[in-house]
């Protein structure tokens, strides 16, 4: 049962089902829990190996406990479930690429991004912004994955900000609108929020692009288009592409946007074509260029509000803000 | 040990430690792993109980199984671990309400936010961007917790933005500025972004506040302060507040703000004054008079860059479209 409808309370439902009649939905019900991205590592006889992973959790702080979860079938079971030790590097923003060397089994990972040994031999990666040096506590099987837990014997807090895993795409983090909208709100005689840790002015940034945003994100639905269906569209209009060169244009999973592509070509949107790559279908053309049209209508829309002059002098000043 | 020095890499050790030497600054690490929020509920013969909890993950797909953690002294462990069913409402970014309610024990929890009941009994938040509805499947003691698995019957998806727990803060996620940095920087040549979902006015708008934004963050760590730090030094402007009130308007969660204000007595910047509320000292209003300036000398700079006439149009452009 795949429905879109307006419940009782003003939101939609999108999908509801048992998650045996529809495993791709529950996944992406599962998905709407926001997670950041870790890399699980060990040292084995074989060399050390590794692999991302965002089931990472919090278990008990006296004893020190963490946990993640590792799918039976993966070639890394044996490493991790009867290994003696792993660590764990909690990923930054800026840290993509490790995301992806680490996102599927593949030779020279550990020569593409710098890292450093525990104590225990496992890597532990540079630039990340947390790490947990662990010994295997117990490992325990559940359904098709087994949870493992680890006890922490050393922590290291970096400076920086998560990276995080959110509905099928990678996202950063930014100050709940709640306090930016109270700064906004110009509570302050001095030009200087108090409610925020940053001036008035980067609040006022923060609190347009949020509301414009969200005003767009109003004609994509229109259209009936997500956010990851609306990216992939946009990729094809530049060149046919396979699954992994999608992933990195959208900064996506290769596994959401197999999703993304999959509903796509259930709408008659894109198609594979004879080389293997996907590409749109003479109905893609037509929703990309109702995509454009829906942009050029926000853009039209916003000069009705504000003078092209000073919209011109704002899209300065920014780009010389940005550009300093 | 804590130290904030520049590692090999550039990037700054906050804290490192055993776990049994500093159990807040193994918190504090833990943080750093983002996470959504969850309410979790479950019928009992005394009605209803639920829980705010950000210990959620998904563990398997077939068979559909979720896990989560609950102190073995938390009031709500027989009601749970003994239970038969419970069920998960994953928080939209606009439930910070629903997410203090069950955030601590209280009466009439359920009177004060809209649910409705799943097909066990348990309690489904109105508003939620994901359901679950689970049975009981295997209650795990693990040091200082239990991690309840569930097994999840019927899932519903609903439109809507995760909220999001990272470093003691609410927050709410945002498109990765890799993807507008591309967008800003002009490749499309019909003024509409080819590589995001959004326009390429809007992009900008995000990648101008981004970069002020961390720009104004140096700023607040020559005065060895972080964000947490600065928020409550802020809010304590305003009037002498109890950790509660702090959290409300920090958006954070009381226990990170025990903790902020256990750092920020420690240098000498708040202290507790006869009525058991939080105020700044003598060295805090120092503090604040200095955070001031570099918020006056960041928008000096920005003057420096930019005609003041224009900066004054641009901010009138963005007012009027935020009220659009």
């Not at 895993?165 to 906004?184: D, I, W």
Request: net charge negative; charged share 20%.
């Amino acid at each position: 049962m795949t429905t879109n409808s307006k419940d009782m309370n003003g939101s939609f439902i999108e999908e509801q089902n048992a998650p045996q009649n529809d495993p791709r939905a529950f996944r992406r019900a599962l998905g709407q829990f926001a997670t950041g991205v870790t890399v699980v590592t060990t040292d084995t006889p074989q060399g050390p190996v590794g692999m991302a992973v965002n089931s990472f959790a919090a278990v008990s702080l006296d004893p020190p406990l963490v946990s993640w979860s590792i799918r039976n079938e993966s070639k890394n079971l044996k490493a991790f479930a009867e290994g003696e030790h792993f660590a764990v590097s909690v990923l930054a923003d800026d840290q993509v690429d490790a995301c992806s060397v680490f996102g599927r089994p593949q030779e020279g990972q550990f020569s593409e991004i710098p890292w450093t040994k525990s104590a225990h031999g496992d890597p532990l990666l540079d630039q990340a912004i947390a790490h947990f040096e662990c010994t295997l506590e117990e490992a325990h099987l559940s359904g098709d994955h087994h949870i493992l837990i680890g006890r922490v014997h050393s922590f290291t807090r970096f400076s920086g900000d998560p990276l995080l895993f959110s509905q099928g795409q990678y996202k950063v983090a930014v100050e709940h609108p709640q306090l930016a909208n109270t700064a906004a709100s110009g509570s302050s005689s001095n030009g200087v929020s108090n409610t925020t840790d940053e001036p008035l002015f980067v609040s006022l940034l923060k609190s347009t692009e949020q509301y414009l945003s969200e005003q767009f994100g109003e004609y994509r639905d229109e259209l009936g288009l997500d956010v990851a269906e609306t990216r992939v569209i946009n990729l094809l209009d530049l060149s046919p592409s396979n699954p992994a060169q999608l992933a990195a244009g959208a900064l996506m999973r290769v596994d959401a946007i197999e999703d993304t592509l999959s509903d796509l070509d259930a709408k008659g949107i894109t198609s594979k074509n004879a080389s293997g790559l996907y590409e749109l279908t003479a109905k893609g053309w037509q929703t990309r260029a109702a995509l454009l049209a829906s942009a050029t209508g926000f853009n039209d829309r916003m000069l009705e509000l504000v003078d092209p002059k000073d919209l011109e002098t704002t899209r300065q000043v920014l780009m010389t803000l940005l550009t300093s």
